[in-house]
């Protein structure tokens, strides 16, 4: 299902500058697209709008040609923060964005075993959240987000609060669902190395306001390996991109 954004801007009653500006990007079906780019630079609003959670102040955004206002069953959101009930075991915290959406219980149960097994975590299914690690939790997220088969999947910087370790597997964990589902996934990271793993292509924002810089092609065969001196040609290059704008930031504030 591809996505189109034209011509994108945000600006807030109490900011004296826009905060995204003249956004215009395409994302082809089964694509894996990344964002990138200075803290404050409207990675998070931009994601939030695509969702239908926010309202662009200009453009339009476009599903398969056709214009979008809202939230739709087309798009699921995952957020930084699992958002987890503890009351709920992790079975039926998976189950529960589907009762919400009037799925028959039969096949929420199919679902929920189909995408646990996925996450490995089938054999977790009767922990309370409070019994599970924070991996594990980001892990029922995953399977509760991708259980509502939207052909869309916006992803908020999913794996930033987890360990080194943990985010390893789970960024290894993503890949492998993403070409067992094809789905479609707008992926915000402040981590450069993530961007490089995961992205078919990467998109760099620049700030003061948040607009396009660049747009790179990862062109790496997959499962990537971090420490091949491909990988780290690509991180160099996106990094010295992104350091730039930062450091362009940084003068501009000063300068003030």
Wanted: hydrophobic share 40%; aromatic share 8%; glycine share 6%.
């Amino acid at each position: 299902m591809s996505l189109e954004l034209k011509n994108i801007s945000r600006s807030f009653d109490n900011s004296v500058r826009e905060t995204l500006k003249d956004i215009s990007l395409t994302v082809e079906d089964g694509e894996f697209v990344c964002i990138v780019g200075p803290s404050g630079c409207g990675k998070s609003t931009l994601l939030n709008i695509v969702a239908g959670l926010d309202h662009p102040s200009s453009g339009e955004i476009y599903i398969n040609g056709k214009v979008i206002t809202g939230a739709g069953a087309d798009r699921v959101m995952m957020f930084q923060e699992h958002a987890l009930y503890p009351w709920l075991n992790v079975i039926d915290n998976v189950k529960f964005g589907m009762k919400l959406a009037g799925v028959p219980k039969e096949e929420q149960d199919r679902r929920a075993e189909q995408y646990l097994k996925m996450v490995r975590l089938w054999e977790f299914r009767d922990y309370r959240i409070h019994e599970i690690s924070g991996g594990m939790k980001q892990r029922t997220a995953l399977a509760r987000a991708l259980c509502l088969n939207s052909p869309i999947l916006l992803m908020d910087e999913p794996f930033s609060a987890l360990d080194k370790q943990t985010t390893n597997k789970l960024r290894a964990d993503l890949e492998q669902i993403w070409e067992e589902t094809k789905k479609t996934i707008l992926f915000v990271t402040h981590s450069v190395e993530e961007a490089v793993f995961l992205a078919s292509r990467i998109v760099i924002l620049s700030d003061n306001p948040g607009c396009i810089k660049d747009i790179y092609t990862v062109d790496l065969p997959r499962p990537r390996q971090i420490d091949s001196p491909e990988f780290l040609a690509a991180r160099h290059k996106i990094l010295s991109s992104v350091e730039r704008e930062v450091e362009k930031l940084a003068k501009e504030e000063y300068d003030h």
